[in-house]
T-cell receptor, first 112, second 110 residues
Framework: SQTIHQWPATLVQPVGSPLSLECTVE??????LYWYRQAAGRGLQLLFY??????ISSEVPQNLSASRPQDRQFILSSKKLLLSDSGFYLC???????????FGQGTRLTVV | EDQVTQSPEALRLQEGESSSLNCSYT??????LFWYRQDPGKGPEFLFT???AGEEKEKERLKATLTKKESFLHITAPKPEDSATYLC???????????FGKGTKLTVNP
């Protein structure tokens, strides 16, 4: 069966510090991968998605970037965090465009 | 603009009191409508996918239905463990983008 791992679960970082969140999927090949952000009182917002190694599409211009160095690894990064980057970050995967996405347990990021 | 609106924002039920959650959508070229359950501090858990108007899916006390403008999540004889936030999302045609609603927070009291 497929599983998705996302870490860390919580993170407190100072403003201006770098960020690296990692997500890996097991039990499937060539999944579509996604990074979402969930802010209080708002719906999940798609940040990035990837349909293959090295292929990244950005949905929202921002202070963040994503990379997919391996088939089942997806990384969310920032060079310098802003206060507004605080939120709940979720990684997800799906088999293809039409099927459901399965989410990781999320990372609660607080920028102080 | 693509939009998914869920109502009510919050719902309190007594155990055994059936009700429905609404998800209305204006998503261009909708290719699928998804329901998720989210517990506090956790990632969303997949419940159902609906692809065409008239389609229905059931799982235990939950039944999801879809029309051309909205979807309903019917909860029959809920239990306290059904308490969670339920999220609805539409898959936009020609893209990888899921458009999420803000969710309905359901509380079931014993």
């Amino acid at each position: 069966s497929q599983t998705i791992h996302q870490w860390p679960a919580t993170l407190v970082q100072p403003v201006g510090s770098p960020l690296s969140l990692e997500c890996t999927v097991e039990g499937t090949s060539n999944p579509n991968l996604y990074w979402y952000r969930q802010a209080a009182g708002r719906g999940l917002q798609l940040l990035f998605y990837s349909v293959g190694i090295g292929q990244i599409s950005s949905e929202v211009p921002q202070n963040l970037s994503a990379s997919r160095p391996q088939d089942r690894q997806f990384i969310l990064s920032s060079k310098k965090l802003l206060l507004s980057d605080s939120g709940f970050y979720l990684c997800a995967w799906s088999l293809d465009r039409r099927t459901e996405a399965f989410f990781g347990q999320g990372t609660r990021l607080t920028v102080v | 603009e693509d939009q998914v609106t869920q109502s009510p924002e919050a719902l309190r039920l007594q155990e055994g009191e059936s009700s429905s959650l609404n998800c209305s959508y204006t998503v261009s070229g909708l290719r699928g409508l998804f329901w998720y359950r989210q517990d506090p501090g956790k990632g969303p858990e997949f419940l159902f996918t609906l692809y065409s108007a008239g389609e229905e899916k059931e799982k235990e006390r939950l039944k999801a239905t879809l029309t051309k403008k909205e979807s309903f999540l019917h909860i029959t004889a809920p239990k306290p463990e059904d308490s969670a936030t339920y999220l609805c999302a539409g898959l936009k045609g020609g893209s990888e983008k899921l458009v999420f609603g803000k969710g309905t927070k359901l509380t079931v009291n014993p």
